[in-house]
């Protein structure tokens, strides 16, 4: 079992939907990211929180907002998505300030229409 | 620009054989971490490695760090077909912009065959 929660585990939206992708994690950790993934390609960084204080945006488009609301939890809002977003959304989490090695969740698995 | 070159990128062997897949860079890492993926979970650390030159074992998976910590391979001996995944080596550099960002690999995708 991991121990990075993240909810939903799968997600369709339409492209003029608003949703959120949560992420839970009770090791302690103070920094935490987000990652996509496509599919057979490795994760790409999106946002990176380092005691709960944004400390990296990977120029990611404004329909991605970030949100980290305590240490233990970590949000993605979603908003006029494209069919291209359709991937894996990766949370992780790690105990140094912003190093890894990195703990991560399974994903949400989202499908824009 | 790929600061870190995952090779081979795709491996389809029968059950018991061995392989290696390596990772190698111009750039020097403070350390080099080891990730497998299985479908439709996150990917999961196998190993971290600090020290240039170490050698760290996981049953039958070998992990090395090179002398000057660029490089790094992962040797599987009697491949399993539970082995099957993405193997993914992230790399983490000292400093600067890079401090917060894994270099992450291309990634390999392994198919081991009963």
């Known amino acids: 079992d991991t121990e990075v929660t993240q909810t939903p585990k799968h997600l369709v939206m339409g492209m003029t939907n608003k949703k959120s992708l949560k992420c839970e994690q009770h090791m302690g950790h103070r920094a935490m990211y987000w990652y996509k993934q496509k599919a057979k390609k490795p994760p790409e960084l999106m946002f990176v929180?380092?005691?709960?204080?944004?400390?990296i945006n990977e120029s990611v488009p404004s329909r991605f907002s970030p949100e980290c609301p305590n240490s233990s939890l970590l949000n993605l809002h979603l908003h006029a998505l494209q069919p291209e977003d359709s991937a894996l959304y990766l949370c992780?989490?790690?105990?140094?300030?912003?190093?890894?090695?990195?703990?991560f969740g399974n994903g949400t698995r989202l499908t824009v229409t | 620009t790929q600061l870190l070159e995952q090779s081979p990128q795709f491996l389809s062997i029968q059950e018991g054989e061995n392989l290696t897949v390596y990772c190698n860079s111009s750039s020097v890492f403070s350390s080099l971490q080891w990730y497998r993926q299985e479908p439709g979970e996150g990917p999961v650390l196998l190993v971290t490695?600090?020290?240039?030159?170490e050698v760290k074992k996981l049953k039958r998976l070998t992990f090395q760090f090179g002398d000057a910590r660029k490089d790094s391979s992962l040797h599987i001996t009697a491949a399993q077909p539970g082995d099957t995944g993405l193997y993914l080596c992230a790399g983490d550099r000292d400093g600067g912009t890079s401090y917060g960002k894994l270099t992450f690999g291309q990634g390999t995708i392994l198919t081991v065959h009963p």
């Open positions: 992780a989490s790690s105990s140094g300030q912003g190093r890894g090695p990195l703990h």
């Open positions: 929180y380092s005691y709960e204080k944004l400390s």
């Open positions: 490695v600090v020290t240039g030159g």
